[in-house]
């Protein structure tokens, strides 16, 4: 039943407060003060919740029926409206429609697999409409930590290529996901050593396995299962082989940074090296030149080799390094710490760095096994797609 102008003026406190009410859920609350309020109850995330619209006298019986009304058709509207899907979705809807310029089914993995690494756990469940600017940078911010700059700049290109999708699709009329490098250290500027992306590897080691000179081709894998330096590697010597051969350690005088570096060598590598045995075993080297008994592989042997296989200005010995760095910090999800000890880059500090030369080494061996797998796997994908 309805409330009627007298009934309301007339209202007058008790020892308790009680309720007057109007139809559709409107009522007059009248406390023991003698203050009156107009109020409505709603049900909000399972609990129910308190409406204040306005006191008496400033606020009439009539005025308070529009303002409960409005309030009504508002909150109609607001569960009528249609709810955004969270990022993850629009993700993948956005990785379909890529995919034709991909180059192959694997780049859609790497891509993939960088989004499941560093961007859904923290954003994929939201609605994509609610995610905060802040957030977003925060995401590029975490990513960047241990050194992945590179990366942070790539997961950022990919977070602003999914909202300008969801911009294009009408899922969004704008968003604040462009120029978030802003808040990202810059990349680093060098000459670039060329490198083929990581889809590439497999066609790459099978062309490297039908190279006609044996101890070149087997040098070739043995730089791409270690990926240490290219004058590291040329001066391999037997004697440096430890644990049965699953162990190489490099002296510090043959090492960039005069610092000894131990390198686990996958069931791969180990295998690679037999068979080296079988070729160079009677000399000091491991990769003796077939020319100049007694004397590495030359400089350019390697570079060579890759300019006959067809990846002149597409691939350098020393990209193996970058090949590696890429994977392992992209795929592998093991610490940026284990990566970068395994490549031997530079520590600040002479000491640390001298201590850092067997550190981690169990978890080194699980990357160098890890990495072997990979490269296996690689190959078997590119045969099994070429048959």
């Not at 003698?34 to 409505?40: P, V």
């Not at 000179?213 to 087997?218: E, H, I, K, N």
């Not at 795929?331 to 002479?350: M, N, W």
Request: aromatic share 6%; hydrophobic share 40%; with cysteine.
């Amino acid at each position: 039943m309805a409330l009627t102008v007298k009934q309301v003026e007339g209202a007058k406190p008790k020892d308790k407060p009680y309720k007057l009410g109007d139809a559709g859920g409107l009522y007059l609350y009248v406390a023991p003060s003698g203050l009156k309020s107009w109020r409505a109850n709603f049900m909000q995330a399972g609990r129910q919740r308190t409406r204040t619209y306005g006191r008496l006298p400033g606020m009439t019986l009539a005025q308070a029926r529009a303002a409960h009304a409005a309030a009504k058709a508002q909150a109609t509207e607001q569960r009528a409206a249609p709810v955004a899907p969270d990022f993850h979705t629009v993700a993948r809807q956005w990785l379909v429609v890529k995919q034709p310029s991909l180059s192959n089914h694997k780049h859609r993995v790497q891509l993939e697999n960088t989004l499941e690494r560093f961007v859904y756990p923290a954003i994929g469940k939201i609605p994509i409409d609610q995610i905060k600017r802040t957030q977003l940078a925060d995401v590029v911010m975490q990513t960047q930590q241990g050194g992945r700059v590179e990366t942070a700049h790539r997961v950022a290109g990919r977070i602003t290529a999914v909202f300008d999708y969801a911009q294009d699709m009408g899922i969004l009329e704008s968003h604040g996901a462009s120029g978030l490098v802003r808040v990202l250290q810059p990349r680093k500027v060098r000459k670039p050593m060329a490198c083929i992306p990581p889809e590439e590897t497999g066609q790459l080691l099978a062309l490297i396995d039908d190279y006609d000179d044996p101890v070149t081709r087997l040098g070739l894998l043995l730089l791409a299962h270690t990926f240490v330096r290219v004058g590291e590697l040329r001066g391999m010597r037997w004697d440096e082989l430890r644990e049965g051969g699953a162990v190489w350690v490099i002296p510090a005088e043959r090492m960039k940074l005069r610092i000894p570096h131990v390198v686990p060598l996958s069931r791969q590598a180990q295998a690679i090296l037999a068979q080296l045995e079988l070729l160079t075993g009677e000399g000091e080297l491991v990769l003796s030149s077939t020319i100049k008994r007694g004397r590495p592989l030359s400089e350019n042997t390697f570079l060579f080799a890759l300019y006959r296989l067809g990846y002149r200005g597409r691939m350098t010995a020393h990209g193996f390094r970058s090949l590696a760095s890429t994977v392992l910090n992209e795929l592998s999800g093991f610490p940026h710490d284990v990566i970068e000890r395994q490549l031997a880059h530079k520590e600040t500090d002479a000491v640390r760095a001298a201590y850092n030369r067997a550190q981690y080494l169990d978890q080194r061996r699980a990357l160098m096994t890890w990495w072997g797998d990979w490269l296996d796997q690689q190959r078997a994908d590119h045969r099994h797609a070429s048959a």
